[in-house]
Protein backbone atom coordinates (compact mmCIF):
# COMPACT_ATOMS: atom_id res chain seq x y z
CA UNK A 1 0.00 0.00 0.00
CA UNK A 2 1.40 3.27 -1.27
CA UNK A 3 1.29 6.59 0.90
CA UNK A 4 -1.79 7.79 -0.57
CA UNK A 5 -3.80 4.81 -0.59
CA UNK A 6 -2.99 4.68 3.16
CA UNK A 7 -3.94 8.50 3.55
CA UNK A 8 -7.55 8.04 1.31
CA UNK A 9 -8.47 4.77 3.40
CA UNK A 10 -7.68 6.97 6.46
CA UNK A 11 -9.44 9.70 5.11
CA UNK A 12 -12.67 7.42 3.98
CA UNK A 13 -13.16 6.23 7.43
CA UNK A 14 -13.31 9.35 9.40
CA UNK A 15 -15.71 10.84 6.81
CA UNK A 16 -17.76 7.46 7.04
CA UNK A 17 -17.40 7.00 10.67
CA UNK A 18 -18.71 10.90 11.27
CA UNK A 19 -21.46 11.39 8.63
CA UNK A 20 -23.03 8.34 10.41
CA UNK A 21 -22.56 9.20 13.90
CA UNK A 22 -23.61 13.08 12.92
CA UNK A 23 -27.13 11.75 11.55
CA UNK A 24 -27.79 9.45 14.44
CA UNK A 25 -27.33 12.71 17.11
CA UNK A 26 -28.77 15.20 14.93
CA UNK A 27 -32.31 13.56 13.78
CA UNK A 28 -34.43 11.33 15.92
CA UNK A 29 -35.94 9.94 12.60
CA UNK A 30 -32.50 8.75 11.84
CA UNK A 31 -32.90 6.10 14.46
CA UNK A 32 -35.73 4.11 12.19
CA UNK A 33 -33.42 3.95 8.98
CA UNK A 34 -30.76 2.42 11.30
CA UNK A 35 -33.59 -0.16 12.03
CA UNK A 36 -33.48 -1.30 8.50
CA UNK A 37 -29.38 -1.55 8.15
CA UNK A 38 -27.95 -4.87 6.77
CA UNK A 39 -25.98 -6.27 9.53
CA UNK A 40 -23.18 -6.03 6.98
CA UNK A 41 -22.84 -2.58 7.57
CA UNK A 42 -21.90 -3.37 10.92
CA UNK A 43 -18.96 -5.71 10.07
CA UNK A 44 -18.06 -3.17 7.69
CA UNK A 45 -17.62 -0.30 10.11
CA UNK A 46 -14.79 1.62 8.98
CA UNK A 47 -13.04 2.20 12.18
CA UNK A 48 -10.72 -0.32 14.27
CA UNK A 49 -11.82 -2.39 16.69
CA UNK A 50 -11.01 -0.70 20.21
CA UNK A 51 -13.10 -1.72 23.55
CA UNK A 52 -15.11 0.92 22.91
CA UNK A 53 -16.03 0.42 19.19
CA UNK A 54 -16.38 -3.59 20.13
CA UNK A 55 -18.94 -3.08 22.51
CA UNK A 56 -20.71 -0.52 20.27
CA UNK A 57 -20.91 -2.33 17.28
CA UNK A 58 -21.99 -5.60 19.74
CA UNK A 59 -24.93 -3.19 20.61
CA UNK A 60 -25.86 -2.18 17.35
CA UNK A 61 -25.93 -5.10 16.06
CA UNK A 62 -28.41 -6.09 19.14
CA UNK A 63 -30.43 -3.37 18.10
CA UNK A 64 -30.76 -3.89 14.56
CA UNK A 65 -31.01 -7.81 14.94
CA UNK A 66 -34.30 -6.48 17.49
CA UNK A 67 -35.26 -3.14 16.87
CA UNK A 68 -37.16 -0.67 19.76
CA UNK A 69 -40.16 0.79 18.63
CA UNK A 70 -39.90 3.90 17.31
CA UNK A 71 -41.91 6.04 20.20
CA UNK A 72 -39.31 4.51 22.55
CA UNK A 73 -36.62 5.45 20.30
CA UNK A 74 -37.71 8.72 20.34
CA UNK A 75 -38.28 8.59 23.73
CA UNK A 76 -34.79 7.93 24.18
CA UNK A 77 -33.57 10.38 22.33
CA UNK A 78 -35.37 13.24 23.74
CA UNK A 79 -34.16 12.19 27.17
CA UNK A 80 -31.12 12.32 25.92
CA UNK A 81 -30.57 15.23 24.15
CA UNK A 82 -33.83 17.33 24.25
CA UNK A 83 -35.49 17.64 27.19
CA UNK A 84 -38.04 18.53 28.68
CA UNK A 85 -36.46 18.69 32.08
CA UNK A 86 -32.56 18.25 32.47
CA UNK A 87 -31.06 16.47 29.43
CA UNK A 88 -29.06 13.32 30.11
CA UNK A 89 -26.44 14.04 27.38
CA UNK A 90 -26.43 17.92 26.72
CA UNK A 91 -25.15 18.35 22.74
CA UNK A 92 -23.85 21.69 23.34
CA UNK A 93 -19.87 22.30 23.29
CA UNK A 94 -20.12 25.37 25.29
CA UNK A 95 -22.51 23.77 28.05
CA UNK A 96 -19.68 21.71 28.98
CA UNK A 97 -17.03 24.19 28.56
CA UNK A 98 -18.12 27.33 29.01
CA UNK A 99 -17.94 29.58 32.43
CA UNK A 100 -21.76 30.05 32.63
CA UNK A 101 -22.70 26.87 31.16
CA UNK A 102 -24.44 28.45 28.50
CA UNK A 103 -25.47 27.94 25.12
CA UNK A 104 -24.09 30.63 22.69
CA UNK A 105 -20.70 30.82 24.78
CA UNK A 106 -17.49 31.89 23.27
CA UNK A 107 -17.30 28.66 22.44
CA UNK A 108 -19.87 28.64 19.89
CA UNK A 109 -18.41 31.70 18.31
CA UNK A 110 -15.24 29.94 18.12
CA UNK A 111 -16.65 26.94 15.94
CA UNK A 112 -18.46 29.25 13.83
CA UNK A 113 -14.97 30.96 12.83
CA UNK A 114 -13.66 27.68 12.60
CA UNK A 115 -16.37 26.80 10.44
CA UNK A 116 -16.39 30.15 8.45
CA UNK A 117 -12.65 29.34 7.76
CA UNK A 118 -13.41 26.19 5.55
CA UNK A 119 -16.66 28.26 3.69
CA UNK A 120 -19.12 26.89 5.87
CA UNK A 121 -21.56 27.64 8.07
CA UNK A 122 -24.03 25.82 10.56
CA UNK A 123 -27.99 25.28 9.00
CA UNK A 124 -29.47 26.98 11.14
CA UNK A 125 -27.29 30.36 11.77
CA UNK A 126 -28.28 32.75 14.74
CA UNK A 127 -30.75 30.15 15.80
CA UNK A 128 -29.77 27.35 16.85
CA UNK A 129 -26.06 26.57 18.37
CA UNK A 130 -23.32 25.90 16.31
CA UNK A 131 -21.68 24.14 18.65
CA UNK A 132 -23.64 20.72 18.73
CA UNK A 133 -22.07 17.67 18.42
CA UNK A 134 -23.24 16.80 15.08
CA UNK A 135 -22.60 19.25 13.96
CA UNK A 136 -19.13 19.29 14.65
CA UNK A 137 -18.55 15.53 13.77
CA UNK A 138 -20.20 16.62 10.07
CA UNK A 139 -17.54 19.22 9.90
CA UNK A 140 -15.06 17.16 10.49
CA UNK A 141 -16.67 14.58 7.98
CA UNK A 142 -16.87 17.43 5.96
CA UNK A 143 -13.23 18.22 5.87
CA UNK A 144 -11.93 14.77 5.50
CA UNK A 145 -14.45 14.01 2.61
CA UNK A 146 -12.73 17.40 0.76
CA UNK A 147 -9.46 15.59 1.55
CA UNK A 148 -10.20 13.10 0.12
CA UNK A 149 -11.29 14.64 -3.16
CA UNK A 150 -8.25 16.68 -3.14
CA UNK A 151 -6.29 13.55 -2.67
CA UNK A 152 -7.64 11.94 -5.86
CA UNK A 153 -6.89 15.00 -7.95
CA UNK A 154 -3.53 14.95 -6.63
CA UNK A 155 -3.49 18.14 -5.11
CA UNK A 156 -1.09 17.31 -1.99
CA UNK A 157 -1.10 20.41 -0.60
CA UNK A 158 -4.91 20.88 -0.32
CA UNK A 159 -5.18 17.45 1.23
CA UNK A 160 -2.53 18.47 4.01
CA UNK A 161 -4.62 21.82 4.72
CA UNK A 162 -8.35 20.34 5.31
CA UNK A 163 -6.68 17.53 6.92
CA UNK A 164 -4.66 20.27 9.30
CA UNK A 165 -7.85 21.77 9.65
CA UNK A 166 -9.75 19.04 10.66
CA UNK A 167 -6.98 17.36 13.39
CA UNK A 168 -6.60 21.12 15.01
CA UNK A 169 -10.13 21.10 15.61
CA UNK A 170 -10.48 17.54 16.74
CA UNK A 171 -7.88 19.10 19.53
CA UNK A 172 -9.73 22.72 19.97
CA UNK A 173 -12.65 21.36 20.14
CA UNK A 174 -13.85 17.74 20.01
CA UNK A 175 -11.18 16.15 22.48
CA UNK A 176 -11.55 18.67 25.19
CA UNK A 177 -15.62 17.55 25.84
CA UNK A 178 -16.77 14.46 23.86
CA UNK A 179 -15.01 11.70 26.18
CA UNK A 180 -17.30 13.03 28.52
CA UNK A 181 -20.36 13.56 26.32
CA UNK A 182 -20.32 10.02 25.08
CA UNK A 183 -19.55 8.13 28.47
CA UNK A 184 -23.13 10.04 29.35
CA UNK A 185 -24.81 9.08 26.50
CA UNK A 186 -23.88 5.71 27.13
CA UNK A 187 -24.77 5.43 30.54
CA UNK A 188 -28.35 7.39 30.15
CA UNK A 189 -29.55 5.13 27.00
CA UNK A 190 -32.12 3.40 27.56
CA UNK A 191 -32.01 1.60 23.89
CA UNK A 192 -29.24 -0.31 22.61
CA UNK A 193 -29.16 2.03 19.77
CA UNK A 194 -28.18 4.99 21.59
CA UNK A 195 -26.20 3.03 23.99
CA UNK A 196 -24.16 2.16 20.94
CA UNK A 197 -24.13 5.84 19.73
CA UNK A 198 -22.39 6.43 22.75
CA UNK A 199 -20.07 3.48 22.17
CA UNK A 200 -19.28 4.16 18.84
CA UNK A 201 -18.32 7.84 19.13
CA UNK A 202 -16.11 7.52 22.36
CA UNK A 203 -14.34 4.98 20.01
CA UNK A 204 -14.59 7.04 17.04
CA UNK A 205 -12.78 10.13 18.80
CA UNK A 206 -9.97 8.10 19.68
CA UNK A 207 -8.87 7.42 16.12
CA UNK A 208 -9.61 10.48 14.37
CA UNK A 209 -6.41 12.24 15.33
CA UNK A 210 -4.02 9.66 14.42
CA UNK A 211 -6.46 8.74 11.18
CA UNK A 212 -5.94 12.47 10.21
CA UNK A 213 -2.32 13.03 10.79
CA UNK A 214 -1.75 10.19 8.02
CA UNK A 215 -3.16 12.05 5.47
CA UNK A 216 -1.19 15.43 7.01
CA UNK A 217 2.16 12.90 6.64
CA UNK A 218 0.74 11.27 3.46
Not at 21 to 47: C, G, K, N, T, Y
Not at 111 to 130: F, I, T
Not at 183 to 204: C, D, F, I, K, N
Amino acid sequence: MTAADGAGEALDAVASACAFLAHLLLRPEAADAVAQLDPAFIADWPLARDADTVAGLAALDAFVRHPAPSDALRADYAALFVGPGPMLACPWESVHRGEDRLVFDRQTFEVRRAYAAYGLQAPALNREPDDHVGLELAFVGALAAAALDALERGDDGEVRRLAVGAVEFCTEHLEPWVPGFAAQVTAGAATPLYRALGLLLAGALAQFGPLLSTAVRG
